[in-house]
């Protein structure tokens, strides 16, 4: 069997990941703190049938070896975090974060989660929340006569009660940061954990080094690039084309050498 | 039999091998850093060869095969990611990577960053710098055009940047790396932060490539095809 067949399988395979991943960044790109991925790839083994430089019967050495690669592999999914576009929304819970770190909300399973999505509602008692009703960690009440909500940019939260002319502080909230957030891994519903490769998460107050600001009644929007996914999807599929030629050609080529005896 | 046949079942082993070279090109015209092979094609010619003491006929000692596939470093395109650890080298030379089975060279750029802030390849591997593995400190990033990397504006180290005065000696080695001896220090590079070097291969070149191979191997079927036609002739030479 020729070898080309599984070489070329290998390509469309990786294409066809590659094609994943940009469906999948593309139906997120309205999604509010969402991270684009990124298929990298990487070439196979190679089958090294004669080394460069080593010497060839004549007392020369051979300047040039023979090596027959095997195909390609998908190394790496990676998450880019470069920052979304801000989208004012003027709701008060609104809350995007200009530069480095996550938000930290505790998972029905106690863990912590981490998200960019910054779109907080309040609960039956006055908790913040995710959309899914995960509370904020630390957990931050609001009061039920709160009037008037406001957010800092280091995040401390303030409300306005009624009846009185002071802002109360509530709370503050705290971001995560991680040196690697390439590495963490992604739950889905915008949130993620940490990983060995992700490193420990970090925790300190917006605005403080290495971490960024809080923007209230505003999200940041999915950092995906609509024009941009479409090219790599042009890309990826007359890469997966040109893959499947390969295929033909080394079909086409054992029906030939079928034909040697009639 | 008509010797004539090994020849032309030579250049047909060949030429399924050289199909393996392109399809194992086009499985990577998507790879960050890749490097297209060529193939170099050679006739052998006995050594000593002396027609007239020859017993046989000198046709079937002549066979094809792959002399040597030689790695194409045309540089790829070069492709703006805006990436703060996407790097690209414009012009010649490759970053050096410490692996467990010592340096690897590579050209593909789309580095991160892993749990202990050290610059890596998707794989873990260490990026090295001039000043040892390349660790960042938390704050901007910034990767001037001779690879010096400075965090909020103060230079920490310089990506290391290597040539070879005989690169054709470098072996390829698996996720994109090559290895190789006798490195120098290179010269009349531009580092480019945000950008990624994509492969090199060349998806006109390497169609009209797999055409010539499908038609060059059907010339050799046809080849094959007339001498046993014409050896089947032979057999009825005789016949009444």
């Given amino acids: 069997m020729l070898r080309a067949l599984y070489i070329s399988a290998t390509g469309m395979e990786a294409q066809q990941l590659n094609i994943d991943i940009i469906s999948n960044n593309l139906a997120n790109v309205n999604t509010a703190g969402f991270k684009k991925s990124r298929g990298d790839f990487q070439d196979l083994l190679y089958q090294t049938v004669r080394m460069a430089g080593a010497p060839s019967g004549s007392g020369t050495q051979v300047p040039a070896g023979i090596q027959i690669g095997s195909g390609v592999r998908p190394a790496a999914v990676q998450k880019i975090f470069t920052q979304g576009d801000f989208q004012n929304t003027q709701n008060a819970l609104d809350l995007a974060i200009e530069g480095e770190g996550f938000f930290q909300v505790s998972m029905p399973d106690g863990a912590i989660g981490y998200t960019r999505g910054g779109s907080f509602k309040k609960d039956s008692s006055g908790r913040m929340v995710t959309s899914d009703g995960y509370t904020v960690e630390p957990s931050i009440t609001i009061p039920s006569d709160a009037i008037n909500i406001s957010v800092s940019a280091n995040g401390t939260i303030s409300v306005l009660q009624a009846g009185n002319p002071t802002p109360v502080e509530i709370g503050t909230m705290q971001l995560a940061r991680f040196s690697n957030p390439s590495g963490l891994n992604s739950l889905g519903r915008n949130l993620f954990i940490p990983t060995a490769a992700s490193g420990e998460a970090q925790t300190g107050g917006p605005g403080d080094a290495g971490f960024g600001t809080i923007a209230q009644g505003f999200l940041e929007a999915s950092n995906v690039n609509i024009a941009e996914e479409l090219v790599n999807m042009i890309i990826g599929q007359r890469a997966y084309e040109i893959n499947s030629k390969a295929i033909q050609t080394a079909d086409e080529m054992m029906r030939t050498a079928n034909e040697v005896k009639r | ?240």
């Fill in chain 2, 1 to 240: 039999m008509n010797k004539g046949i090994y020849p032309a079942l030579s250049g047909g082993v060949a030429y399924e091998k050289l199909l393996s070279i392109i399809a194992n090109n086009v499985a990577n015209i998507n790879t960050a850093g890749y490097k297209a092979d060529r193939p170099v094609f050679k006739v052998d010619v006995p050594d000593n060869i002396n027609v007239t003491t020859l017993p046989y006929p000198v046709s079937d000692k002549f066979y094809t095969e792959i002399d040597s596939v030689f790695t194409d470093f045309n540089t790829g395109v070069i492709r703006q990611t805006g990436n703060v650890l996407d790097l690209a080298i414009e012009g010649d030379g490759f970053f050096v990577i410490d692996t467990p089975d010592g340096p690897r060279y590579t050209r593909s750029g789309n580095f991160v960053l892993d749990a202990s802030n050290a610059l890596t390849t998707v794989d873990g591997h260490m990026v090295m710098g001039e000043g040892g593995p390349v660790i960042l400190e938390e704050g901007r990033i910034a990767v001037d055009a001779e690879g010096r990397v400075s965090v909020d504006g103060s230079e920490i180290n310089k990506i290391k940047i290597v040539d070879f005065g005989k690169p054709y000696l470098l072996q390829k080695d698996q996720n994109n790396m090559f290895s190789g001896s006798g490195e120098e220090t290179a010269a009349g590079y531009k580092v480019l932060q945000g950008a990624v070097e994509l492969s090199n291969v060349n998806s006109v070149k390497e169609m009209a490539a797999m055409i010539s191979v499908l038609r060059g191997y059907e010339s050799y079927q046809k080849v094959m095809t007339t001498l046993d036609e014409a050896s089947a002739k032979a057999n009825e030479v005789g016949r009444v």
